[in-house]
């Protein structure tokens, strides 16, 4: 076993005892789930899949299929046709909450069920079958692997859905919702019983965790800003009413659903997922949760702590024929910059003022152009045989 699935083993050992919770009732094929699955799985910036436990049981996506399917909605509309329809606000309310904006009847936000049927509901197709086709196969894109949808969970779904379809006709009556609420409602059914595993949602979550390119596969999924923006909702909406404490306690964008998967994003560093049928209050996966704090806090994932690697650049000096080249390598941001300029002066104080320094900025693998500016300001000032290559 590597090193790193030890690590993973280890995790799953320790919160295997956990029973506490139960697995969704409302729909009668998720009661039937065994409760005493386990699974986890991580997938990092060069696509190695490394997982462990019950990593090939497939069960159904449910909820998580929402930011994937809100990715798609974004790709397609922009962010301001979807913000007309769909809040950016936590709801601080059940997921299955009977709540609209006062007025314009605007669900909360893409992760509640309201705000998920009413982004499903601006898919294009003609029907059901046309529009679920759509979804699979971004979601199929986001995991690599041509995706199915379990009948049987659909059906059991469709056919003890009134909540979702109250709310789907209470949007429809606002205009929230333009197409007739059983296309939007059939097809957000199955959209919810598309079958993953651990490994698939592992995936699924490290192309958001780099700007929507799947490591897996290399495919470019979505744009870099629309990954973006789906982080920035599931930080704030993904766990329902209880993503203010989830952020605060494991500080990664997440996403869960009722048949107990969970997965989270370490943006630049990896995709992670967890399984377990057994539900908390919330209706989160009371060992998934568990599962993603215990990783969060040993590998120092949480966003909100430092991360240095942001603000020290890779700086290397190498001695040239031509003279001293300073190489950067890495994030260039305002941070960085900063620490970059400090060690130029250092070296042009000891650099004779006749000799070339040459900044060579071409394996920058990002730069922002507020430090850039910074940077070619400072460097021409600094010494009078400074050149900057980008
Ligand atoms: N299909 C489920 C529902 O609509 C999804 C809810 C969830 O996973 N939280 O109720």
């Given at each position: 076993?590597?090193p790193?699935?030890?690590v993973?083993?280890?995790?799953l050992d320790?919160i295997?005892q956990d029973?506490?919770?139960?697995?969704?009732?409302y729909?009668?094929?998720?009661a039937a789930?065994?409760?005493?699955?386990?699974a986890?799985?991580?997938v990092?910036?060069?696509?190695?899949?490394l997982?462990?436990?019950?990593?090939?049981?497939?069960?159904?996506?449910?909820?998580?299929?929402k930011p994937?399917?809100?990715?798609?909605v974004?790709?397609?509309?922009?962010?301001?046709?979807?913000?007309?329809?769909v809040?950016?606000?936590p709801?601080?309310?059940?997921?299955?909450?009977?709540?609209?904006e006062?007025?314009?009847g605007?669900?909360?936000?893409p992760m509640?069920?309201?705000?998920?049927?009413?982004?499903?509901?601006?898919?294009?197709?003609s029907?059901?079958e046309d529009?679920?086709?759509?979804i699979?196969?971004?979601?199929s894109?986001?995991?690599?692997?041509?995706?199915l949808?379990?009948?049987?969970?659909?059906?059991?779904?469709?056919?003890?859905?009134?909540?979702?379809?109250?709310l789907?006709?209470?949007?429809?009556?606002?205009?929230?919702?333009d197409?007739p609420?059983?296309?939007?409602?059939?097809?957000?059914?199955r959209?919810?019983?598309?079958?993953?595993?651990?490994r698939?949602?592992?995936?699924?979550?490290s192309?958001?965790a780099?700007?929507g390119v799947n490591?897996?596969?290399?495919?470019?999924v979505?744009?870099?800003r629309?990954?973006?923006?789906?982080?920035s909702?599931?930080?704030?909406?993904?766990?329902?009413?209880?993503?203010?404490?989830?952020?605060?306690?494991?500080g990664l964008?997440?996403?869960?659903?009722?048949s107990?998967?969970?997965?989270?994003?370490?943006p630049?560093?990896f995709?992670?997922?967890?399984?377990s049928?057994?539900?908390?209050?919330h209706?989160?996966s009371?060992?998934?949760?568990?599962?993603?704090?215990?990783?969060?806090?040993?590998?120092?994932?949480?966003?909100?702590?430092p991360?240095?690697?942001?603000?020290?650049?890779?700086?290397?000096?190498?001695?040239?024929?031509?003279?001293r080249?300073?190489?950067l390598?890495?994030?260039l941001?305002?941070?960085?910059?900063?620490r970059v300029?400090?060690?130029?002066?250092?070296?042009?104080?000891?650099?004779?003022?006749?000799a070339?320094?040459?900044?060579?900025?071409?394996?920058?693998?990002?730069?922002?152009?507020?430090?850039m500016?910074a940077?070619?300001?400072?460097?021409?000032?600094?010494?009078?045989?400074?050149r900057f290559?980008e």
């Amino acid at each position: 076993m590597d090193p790193i699935t030890a690590v993973l083993q280890g995790v799953l050992d320790e919160i295997r005892q956990d029973d506490r919770g139960a697995t969704a009732s409302y729909i009668p094929e998720l009661a039937a789930a065994d409760p005493d699955r386990l699974a986890f799985g991580v997938v990092g910036p060069r696509g190695r899949v490394l997982s462990v436990g019950d990593d090939h049981a497939e069960f159904t996506i449910q909820s998580i299929s929402k930011p994937f399917v809100l990715a798609h909605v974004l790709a397609e509309r922009g962010l301001s046709d979807v913000l007309d329809r769909v809040g950016a606000e936590p709801s601080g309310e059940p997921f299955n909450a009977i709540s609209l904006e006062e007025g314009s009847g605007r669900p909360a936000n893409p992760m509640v069920n309201a705000g998920a049927i009413a982004t499903t509901g601006m898919v294009a197709g003609s029907d059901v079958e046309d529009r679920t086709s759509r979804i699979v196969e971004t979601l199929s894109a986001f995991a690599g692997r041509r995706l199915l949808v379990d009948e049987d969970v659909y059906r059991s779904e469709s056919s003890t859905g009134d909540r979702n379809r109250a709310l789907a006709h209470l949007m429809r009556s606002y205009g929230i919702i333009d197409a007739p609420v059983d296309l939007a409602v059939e097809t957000y059914f199955r959209q919810c019983s598309i079958l993953v595993t651990v490994r698939d949602l592992a995936i699924m979550a490290s192309t958001l965790a780099f700007g929507g390119v799947n490591p897996v596969t290399d495919e470019r999924v979505v744009d870099e800003r629309v990954a973006r923006d789906v982080l920035s909702i599931m930080s704030s909406c993904g766990m329902y009413d209880f993503s203010g404490e989830w952020m605060l306690r494991v500080g990664l964008p997440a996403k869960s659903g009722v048949s107990g998967g969970v997965l989270a994003v370490a943006p630049s560093q990896f995709g992670v997922a967890a399984f377990s049928p057994r539900l908390d209050e919330h209706g989160n996966s009371v060992r998934g949760q568990a599962i993603v704090e215990a990783l969060s806090d040993r590998m120092g994932m949480h966003l909100l702590e430092p991360h240095e690697s942001i603000s020290q650049p890779v700086v290397d000096v190498v001695e040239s024929p031509d003279g001293r080249v300073i190489r950067l390598s890495g994030e260039l941001g305002y941070a960085a910059a900063e620490r970059v300029l400090a060690a130029l002066r250092d070296l042009a104080a000891v650099t004779p003022s006749d000799a070339v320094i040459l900044v060579d900025g071409r394996e920058l693998a990002r730069a922002h152009p507020v430090a850039m500016v910074a940077l070619r300001g400072e460097l021409e000032a600094l010494h009078s045989a400074v050149r900057f290559v980008e």
